[in-house]
T-cell receptor
Framework: VTLLEQNPRWRLVPRGQAVNLRCILK??????MSWYQQDLQKQLQWLFT????????VKSLPGADYLATRVTDTELRLQVANMSQGRTLYCTC????????????FGEGSKLTVL | GDKVKQSPSALSLQEGTNSALRCNFS?????VQWFLQNPRGSLMNLFY???GTKENGRLKSAFDSKESYSTLHIRDAQLEDSGTYFC???????????FGKGTHLHVLP
C-alpha cells in the first residue's frame, strides 16, 4: 500500500532555475511529514518536519536552498533553488506525537539533475 | 566525526550465508531504524526499535542504548537482499533522525 505520492519523480534542472516538488499523504494515520535529501554520495540528511497546514521553513545546505511548506493535512511542498549539485529529495511520513517522530515511511523520491 | 557510524561500508556474501551489519552511535539515541535501499532508490523500513531485539523472517535486529550500538543480522542471504542498508538513530537532543552512510551489500549466486 502506497502511503506517499511524490511528483515529479525526475527532473532536469537548468542551473539557476528553481523547481517545485510535491508530496501527497495517502494515509492520515501518519500525519508527520518530512523532507530528506540524499546526495550523490548516498548520504541521507533530514531537512524539515512540518506538522501543521501553514507551517513554512527555509534552509540552505551546500549545493541548494530549500523552502518547505505544509499546504494541507495531506500535501507537503518543497521548492529547491540555486542547486549546483544533483540530489534526490524524499518525502516521509510517520505517526509522530511521542518521544520521537516514529517509524519513517519513505516516498519514491524526486531525483534532480543539474543541467 | 560521524554521529552514526556504520560498518562495514561494503560487503559481498555468497547466497545462503549469514552476516551481521553494525551501527555505532555517538549521540543519545532513543530509537533505531534500519532501511534497505534497492538499486531503483526505493527505501523500505525493515525495523523500528526501542532498546531490545526484533526478528522478521531471515532478519534480526538488536539495539543496545547503554552501549550505543545496533546490529542487523541476515540469515541465509538471498539475491534480493542486495542493496544498501542504512541505520538511523533518533537524536533526542537535536530532535531529529540521523542516518549512517550505509552498507552496500552484494549477494553473489
Amino acid at each position: 500500500v502506497t502511503l506517499l505520492e511524490q511528483n515529479p519523480r525526475w527532473r532536469l534542472v537548468p542551473r539557476g532555475q528553481a523547481v517545485n516538488l510535491r508530496c501527497i499523504l495517502k494515509n492520515s494515520q501518519y500525519p508527520w511529514m518530512s523532507w530528506y535529501q540524499q546526495d550523490l554520495q548516498k548520504q541521507l540528511q533530514w531537512l524539515f518536519t512540518l506538522r501543521s497546514p501553514g507551517d513554512k521553513e527555509v534552509k540552505s545546505l551546500p549545493g541548494a536552498d530549500y523552502l518547505a511548506t505544509r499546504v494541507t493535512d495531506t500535501e507537503l511542498r518543497l521548492q529547491v533553488a540555486n542547486m549546483s549539485q544533483g540530489r534526490t529529495l524524499y518525502c516521509t511520513c510517520s505517526a509522530g506525537g511521542g518521544a520521537d517522530t516514529g517509524q519513517l515511511y519513505f516516498g519514491e523520491g524526486s531525483k534532480l539533475t543539474v543541467l | 566525526g560521524d554521529k552514526v557510524k556504520q560498518s562495514p561500508s561494503a560487503l559481498s556474501l555468497q547466497e545462503g550465508t549469514n552476516s551481521a551489519l553494525r551501527c555505532n552511535f555517538s549521540i543519545a539515541a532513543t530509537t533505531v531504524q534500519w532501511f534497505l535501499q534497492n538499486p531503483r532508490g526505493s527505501l523500505m523500513n525493515l525495523f523500528y526499535l526501542v532498546p531490545g531485539t526484533k526478528e522478521n523472517g531471515r532478519l534480526k535486529s538488536a539495539f543496545d542504548s547503554k552501549e550505543s550500538y545496533s546490529t542487523l543480522h541476515i540469515r541465509d542471504a538471498q539475491l534480493e537482499d542486495s542493496g544498501t542498508y542504512f541505520c538511523a538513530a533518533f537524536d533526542t537532543n537535536a530532535y531529529k533522525v540521523i542516518f549512517g552512510k550505509g552498507t552496500h551489500l552484494h549477494v553473489l549466486p
